[in-house]
């Protein structure tokens, strides 16, 4: 009685999730994390990330390479809370991997001038043997 009871709600939960939610993949985490502090605001794709130290994660979504930015909240709250370890939602950006010739480093953000700010061209994450390129 328990298997069938059991079988049932697996089966009634995958015929809950709609055929919207079922595209939608989770991104899959498949290179190493860096982070960068960002001296002065910088767009990022079509988002202005304001000053401050991000986390940086490499990601697949639906097949596509990603990079994220999260900005680091307070550390001291962080701590004991958990929901102030960012500040706002993550920022995510499709990219292009170039190969390098050895591990990096350092973890590096390169910007390009656009208007008065600056726009993320190039990131090298420390670890990692390829530069993710953004834009044309």
Not at 93 to 98: D, H, Q
């Amino acid at each position: 009685m328990k298997r069938s009871t059991l079988f049932a709600f697996a089966l009634f939960s995958a015929l809950a999730v709609g055929p919207a939610q079922a595209q939608q993949a989770a991104p899959q985490v498949t290179g190493k994390q860096g982070y960068v502090t960002l001296k002065s605001d910088t767009k990022f794709g079509d988002t202005v990330l304001k000053r401050g130290t991000y986390l940086i994660q490499h990601e697949m979504t639906n097949g596509r390479h990603v990079l994220t930015f999260w900005q680091l909240g307070d550390p001291s709250l962080a701590q004991e809370y958990s929901d102030q370890a960012f500040i706002g939602a993550p920022v995510s950006e499709p990219c292009s991997l170039e190969t390098l010739s050895g591990r990096v480093k350092h973890t590096e953000v390169e910007t390009v001038p656009d208007g008065t700010l600056g726009r993320i061209e190039k990131v090298e994450i420390k670890g990692e043997t390829v530069a993710h390129t953004f834009g044309s």
